[in-house]
């Protein structure tokens, strides 16, 4: 499993670009972003080299900051192997909440981001289709608070 911050954001005139400012001047890299936003909120979805180290810089700076524990899938990066992993994950009866995708650096895979509601079961249904599972410490610094 993988920790993954979700921040949460005001609809307001540059709010993305403080939190990115923010964690920048920090020195922390993010090593994936997604956002998703409403009306009234957005909802910036990372990953990043220290998470703890930046959940604590985003609270202390008003950002209102949850860690959520995601799977990693590494894939190659060809068409088609988001499909492979989507399609196992659905004949198994394993509900998808939600997916992105980033390239490693230095490297010809993919990492397909998943949010799913049985994650124990999900990694056993990749496991057996072959398709393995990154720790976190193959993509960050597994930092303590």
């Known amino acids: 499993m993988v920790e993954q911050l979700s921040v949460f954001l005001a609809n307001e005139h540059g709010r993305l670009a403080r939190m990115c400012r923010l964690l920048g001047n ?8 997604v956002v998703a936003d409403t009306a009234e909120y957005g909802v910036a979805r990372v990953i990043c080299d220290r998470p703890h180290a930046a959940r604590g810089v985003l609270e202390r700076e008003g950002f ?4 959520t524990h995601v799977l990693a899938a590494q894939v190659p990066d060809r068409p088609g192997a988001l499909a492979d992993v989507l399609e196992s994950l ?56």
Do not use: Q, W
Not at 95 to 110: G, R
């Open 90 to 145: 659905d004949a198994a009866g394993i509900n998808l909440e939600y997916v992105y995708c980033f390239l490693k650096p230095d490297s010809s895979t993919a990492v397909d981001i998943l949010r799913v509601e049985d994650a124990e079961h999900a990694t056993e249904v990749l496991t057996a289709a072959g398709i393995g599972l990154l720790h976190a410490s193959e993509i960050y610094d597994p930092d303590e608070i």
């Open 26 to 33: 920090c020195g922390l890299n993010m090593h994936s972003l």
């Open 64 to 67: 209102a900051v949850s860690v």
